[in-house]
């Protein structure tokens, strides 16, 4: 689930990518990365780390130019990736080039195994680098048509910005699994960011998402060209960009994360209400699911849990000893607030169930009468190929227990979760949504028991 931002026809563009990775830290923590090109050559300063700590205005400052991509990292579990921050940069036939992508490449071995029996040496385990290595072997004359070349050989979930000295190619999948949006300067240049948050923070106006298919091309003295390179297009937004990824405050494809999350909390109340004083949220992405829950039922909501900024997600840490360690660094309990309250407790997933054993002992611990867990999701039964850690399915709680023998493994007076129709409803029925986790549906590739396919 990381983040990419290009940038074209601003003055700084490297400023205005930093600022835009820096909006969308939370979809990938583990490295950054920016290159600017010149017209003349590319420059790309990456390392692992968070945005704030890799990059300081001496390093914007040498990366010159008015065209810029950028990437924070999201990785795939207990991976050593030192190697795999992007951009991806190489030199080649026509000249210089940089890729940044956010998704999973269902067919990534395939695709490898191709490559290496046509003399590729590969330097990652990144499936981008599959991508840059499909442009560079294409027989194709320009650059445009190698990308189209390279497009018929991937496939599953990706948002593409491809560098090169002087133009920008940007690409979103024909399922348009990942999300894509285009925002123009007042002052003049465009930008493209996967969250809308991203806007904000660098001065863009949003103009619209990027359609699924599509590809636009950058170019000095003209106007965004757009193409749909798929003709094809089977439209699929991952229903857990609004669930748990997104930032709150982010539209993606004309809606708001914050107000979708409203009403997936209403509609659970609906369908298992709880015998309850008080309402909490597992903060932060469980704020709004819990602030509707506690208003369809007429119940106090109150911030009764407060989380610790400086920690990082649990979900996306590599290892599952750091992330129990930091559910403690992470939430602590205002015991008067919860002491003899009969509570729920939302939270937007569940996914192991280590987190939440952890949050319904703590709010015991802090004197709670009784903790009734509540899920703004459907249970988790399948891993995701398309972009998300989730574990194996082995590894996954709710495909290996029953409701009833969950909630006596987290210890909770009563379990519910949001039913795959309740979500869809609260997304609204006019898309067919991603919902892979939740009803095994691989429409792109993949199946539920397939080994992991990438970690762009």
């Given amino acids: 689930m990381c983040a ?68 924070n990292r999201y990785s795939t579990a ?50 981008t680098e599959n991508i840059i290595h499909l442009i560079a072997k294409s027989e194709k004359d320009s650059l445009v048509d190698r990308i189209k ?27 348009g699994i990942r999300p894509l ?67 709150p405050d982010s539209d993606i494809d004309g809606k708001n994360v914050y107000e979708t999350r409203l009403e997936t909390g209403r ?37 009764g849990i407060v989380r610790n900024h400086y920690v990082g997600r649990t979900f996306i840490e590599p290892t599952q000893e750091v992330r129990d360690l930091k559910v403690k660094m992470k939430l602590s309990p205002i015991k008067h607030m919860i002491e003899g309250k009969r509570v729920a407790i939302i939270d937007d997933s569940l996914v192991r169930g280590t987190t939440s054993k952890q949050i319904v002992r703590m709010l015991l ?9 509540r899920i703004a999701a459907p249970e988790i039964k399948y891993p995701c190929r398309y972009g998300i850690d989730t574990p194996t399915k082995d590894e996954l709680i709710s495909a290996n227990n029953t409701v009833e023998e969950i909630r006596k493994k987290i210890g909770a007076a009563s379990l519910g979760f949001l039913s795959i129709e309740g979500l869809k409803e609260s997304l609204g029925k006019e898309r067919n949504y991603s919902m892979v986790s939740f009803d095994g549906h691989y429409f792109a590739g993949g199946n539920a028991d397939s080994p992991s396919c990438g970690d762009s």
């Fill in 4 to 71: 990419i931002v290009g940038v074209y026809g601003a003055e700084k563009a490297s400023t205005v990518a930093y600022y835009s990775l820096f909006a969308m830290q939370h979809r990938g923590q583990e490295g950054t990365g920016i290159s600017v090109a010149n017209g003349k050559s590319i420059s790309v300063y990456k390392k692992l780390g968070m945005v704030a700590d890799v990059f300081s205005q001496d390093t914007l400052n040498h990366l010159e130019g008015t065209c810029a991509v950028g990437h």
């Fill in 78 to 127: 207990g991976k050593d990736s030192k190697g795999d921050v992007q951009p991806v940069f190489a030199k080649y036939k026509l000249g210089e080039i940089s890729i940044v992508h956010n998704g999973n490449l269902v067919n990534k071995m395939e695709v490898r195994n191709k490559l290496i029996d046509r003399g590729a040496i590969f330097q990652t385990d990144m499936d």
């Fill in 149 to 175: 070349d390279m497009l018929t050989k991937i496939e599953g979930a990706f948002c593409l910005a491809i560098q090169s000295r002087k133009k920008m190619f940007v690409i979103r999948d024909r399922f």
């Fill in 181 to 247: 949006s285009l925002g123009k300067f007042k002052t003049g240049g465009y930008m493209v960011a996967s969250e809308t948050c991203a806007f904000d923070l660098a001065g863009a106006e949003f103009v619209r998402d990027v359609k699924p298919g599509e590809m636009l091309i950058f170019e000095e003295g003209k106007e965004p060209q757009s193409e749909m390179v798929y003709k094809n297009v089977d439209f699929h937004p991952c229903a857990f960009e609004y669930i748990y990824f997104a930032r």
């Fill in 267 to 303: 509609k659970l109340a609906q369908e298992t209400p709880a015998e309850v004083d008080l309402v909490l949220p597992v903060p932060d992405s469980g704020v709004a699911a819990a602030k509707g829950f506690a208003d369809e039922l007429g119940v106090p909501f109150e911030m």
């Fill in 365 to 373: 611990d802090a004197g709670a009468k009784e903790v009734h867990m």
